[in-house]
């Protein structure tokens, strides 16, 4: 058989091809989202929206409600919820499995990250005092709500 010049050119082009799609190692490899979402919604917990509030030293009022900022639906007493460790919002346990379904790995209002970092403890009144050391935190809640949003005396 006579190989001509240009088809033994096309042969190593798909060698070189078969190579540059290979990962370099096996911790180069993306981590399916399906198994990123399902690590997530294990480590974050789910309890009882009054739950929450009771941790927090709040009582549940039933006029004065949480919107979950995914559904905008009200919040009650008795929804199962999850609170992300790096900051204090709450959504209802439905909606932030569908969020992190779609591979998201940040908070939907504020964008910090679902999970705590290496060296965060998993206290809630930790994770409430770690928001309130965030500079920014001020000016991404003006930006969001406006100038009328209301802060506590010691922000």
Known sequence: MIMSK????????HHDHD????????????????????SVKKQLPVMPYKTILEKNGEVYDEDKGC???????????????????????????ECLDVWVDQGHGTCPLCRSKL???????????????????????????????GDDFLFDDDD
């Open 19 to 38: 190579q540059i799609n290979r990962p370099a190692s096996a911790s180069m490899e993306p981590v399916p989202a399906y198994f990123f979402a399902e």
């Open 115 to 145: 999970l705590p970092t290496q060296n965060h403890h998993h206290d809630f009144h930790d994770n409430h005092d770690q928001a309130d050391r965030d500079p920014w935190r001020r000016e991404r809640m003006i930006y969001l709500f």
């Open 6 to 13: 240009s088809d033994h050119n096309n042969e190593d082009d």
């Open 67 to 93: 919107v979950c900022i995914i559904c905008l639906n009200r919040t009650e007493g008795s929804h199962e919820v999850r609170v992300p460790f790096n900051c204090c919002h709450v959504f209802h346990r």
